[in-house]
Each structure stands twice: as structure tokens, then as C-alpha cells.
């Protein structure tokens, strides 16, 4: 299995609750170069799932639609901050082997879920950037088995898209 772990993009920091903000323009463009880039990298997700907070929804949309597959974005409240990695890891496990999924979620459970895929003691030496991607391969669901293909920062993407 190959997993795409995708912060949300850049978000505004006025709304009436944190679960609100929405995407900055700014944010908008690095969702889009993510999509794109990830496009060119080969990825051929036949899911992206999402934390269900506007910014990180907005995200996946946004990347789904420049990956320009028919994938289409489910909301999984197992991608909201401080969910364990065991429940990401009962989600993926009805998918077949060969799947690719993108997880579009937040900081710092992402990191944390990351380092756990890969067997890394420190999460925090695992950032992502708003908008930035890592890549996994997962041969086996289990925490500590899972390989880092790469961890790309949002201008990264922006050079490949």
C-alpha cells in the first residue's frame, strides 16, 4: 500500500471556531501544487480521505481535483488531532494491498502517525509544512513496518507541479 500523508494548506486564522477556517489563497495555491505535484510524482489515489475541519476538507478537494483522478474526498473523523495511528491503521486495513490512499489531516498527528508508520522515535523530527506531503510504503499494517519514499516541503511541491 502506498500512503500520501498531506497537511492542510494554509488557512486563515479568522473564523468563528478553529474547526471553521478556511483556506487563504495562499493555501489554496499550495493544495493545488500538491495535487499536481503528487500528479507528476505517478500517485493514483483511489482514496483520499479527510479530517472533517473546513481547512483540511478544502485541501483535499482541492488536491483531488488537480490530481485530476476521479478519487473522490471522504470525510474520516479518525484524521482530526490526537486520533491514534491503531485507528488509522484499522481504517486502511479492509483496502486492498495494492491501494494508494491520500490522508489529509493535521499537525501534529500527522507527524506522530508518520513517525509510527516508520519506526521513528521522534515525531517532532518528522514535521510536515501546510501543504506538504510524505509518501509511505506499507507492505504490512503494522506500526514500525512501514518504508519513507519522501517528505516533500510545499515549495518543493510548487517546483515539481
Not at 516508520?118 to 506531503?133: E, F, I, M, S, W
Given at each position: 500500500m502506498i500512503l500520501?500523508?498531506?497537511?492542510?494548506?494554509?488557512?486563515?486564522r479568522e473564523a468563528a471556531t478553529d474547526a471553521e477556517r478556511k483556506?487563504?489563497?495562499?493555501?489554496r495555491r499550495e493544495a493545488q501544487a500538491a495535487g499536481k505535484a503528487l500528479r507528476r510524482l505517478g500517485a493514483r489515489p483511489a482514496w483520499i480521505w479527510s479530517s472533517p475541519l473546513v481547512r483540511a476538507?478544502?485541501?483535499a478537494e482541492i488536491a483531488a481535483e488537480a490530481l485530476g483522478d476521479s478519487a473522490e474526498v471522504?470525510?474520516?473523523?479518525?484524521?482530526?488531532?490526537?486520533k491514534s495511528t491503531q485507528e488509522i491503521l484499522a481504517l486502511l486495513k479492509p483496502l486492498p494491498a495494492d491501494s494508494e490512499v491520500v490522508l489529509v489531516g493535521h499537525m501534529p498527528s500527522l507527524s506522530?502517525?508518520?513517525?509510527?508508520?516508520?519506526?521513528?522515535?521522534?515525531?517532532?523530527?518528522?514535521?510536515?509544512?501546510?501543504?506538504?506531503?510524505a509518501c509511505l510504503?506499507?507492505?504490512?499494517?503494522?506500526?514500525?513496518?512501514?518504508?519513507?519514499?519522501f517528505r516533500l516541503r510545499n515549495e518543493q511541491l510548487e517546483r515539481i507541479a
Amino acid at each position: 500500500m502506498i500512503l500520501y500523508l498531506l497537511r492542510h494548506a494554509t488557512a486563515s486564522r479568522e473564523a468563528a471556531t478553529d474547526a471553521e477556517r478556511k483556506l487563504t489563497k495562499e493555501g489554496r495555491r499550495e493544495a493545488q501544487a500538491a495535487g499536481k505535484a503528487l500528479r507528476r510524482l505517478g500517485a493514483r489515489p483511489a482514496w483520499i480521505w479527510s479530517s472533517p475541519l473546513v481547512r483540511a476538507c478544502q485541501t483535499a478537494e482541492i488536491a483531488a481535483e488537480a490530481l485530476g483522478d476521479s478519487a473522490e474526498v471522504q470525510i474520516k473523523e479518525e484524521l482530526e488531532n490526537g486520533k491514534s495511528t491503531q485507528e488509522i491503521l484499522a481504517l486502511l486495513k479492509p483496502l486492498p494491498a495494492d491501494s494508494e490512499v491520500v490522508l489529509v489531516g493535521h499537525m501534529p498527528s500527522l507527524s506522530e502517525h508518520l513517525a509510527a508508520l516508520v519506526g521513528a522515535n521522534q515525531p517532532g523530527n518528522l514535521p510536515l509544512d501546510k501543504g506538504g506531503v510524505a509518501c509511505l510504503r506499507l507492505d504490512d499494517l503494522r506500526p514500525g513496518k512501514g518504508e519513507l519514499r519522501f517528505r516533500l516541503r510545499n515549495e518543493q511541491l510548487e517546483r515539481i507541479a
